[in-house]
């Protein structure tokens, strides 16, 4: 394994455990030249999944777009990259359950969306904004009416007395 800080050939494993859904193994991995750590993550290799695309055309599914689609949409938000490759891993789970090997790129972005959503509100905004192309702020605003109202919860006499000042 390459070292990305000094791209030095050799390391250690210093831990190694499986992920939540045990479908990978992360390891994380010392420089013997650097000193510096470094995590890597370990799948099985699957048959390989096929992304339809808007206008048709076809490409294999790559995680690593997906994870770069979702960490741009936490960025400054307190979510560790742990959980955001926890969703992709999620995603290729539901897409390789079903047993076509076939995947709209829609399907994709509503399954991220919907991980977001019960992960990080603004997170899962920046995400639906992109995704779903809102063309005015009209859209926007209907998406973000969505969520404030689910976020909506009876106020006490205490909470309407705060309110009020």
């Known amino acids: ?26 390891r994380r991995r010392e420089c013997l030249k ?5 995590t890597t993550y370990e799948y099985i290799e699957e048959v ?10 076809r490409e ?11 960490i ?11 959980k955001m490759e926890e969703i992709v891993i999620q995603v290729e789970r539901s897409i390789q359950k079903k ?11 509503e ?3 919907e991980r977001l959503k019960n992960l990080d509100d603004v997170a899962y905004v920046r995400f ?12 926007f605003m209907v998406e973000l009416k969505d969520i404030l109202g689910k976020d909506k919860k009876p106020l006490s006499a205490a909470g309407r007395k705060r309110q009020r000042r």
Request: charged share 35%; aromatic share 6%; with cysteine.
């Open 72 to 82: 741009r949409a936490c960025e400054k938000r307190p979510i560790s990259i742990e």
């Open 128 to 139: 639906a904004s992109v995704y779903r192309q809102f063309k005015d702020v009209g859209q």
């Open 111 to 113: 399954l991220v969306m």
């Open 1 to 26: 394994m390459k070292c990305p800080y000094c791209s030095y050939k050799e390391d250690k494993v210093v831990d190694s455990r499986s992920t939540a859904e045990e479908s990978a193994v992360r």
């Open 48 to 57: 390989s999944l096929m992304v339809i695309k808007k206008d048709g055309r």
């Open 60 to 70: 294999p599914f790559d995680r690593k777009k997906v994870l770069a689609g979702i």
């Open 34 to 38: 650097c000193g510096k750590r470094f």
């Open 99 to 109: 047993s076509d090997r076939e995947v709209s790129a829609s399907r994709i972005g």
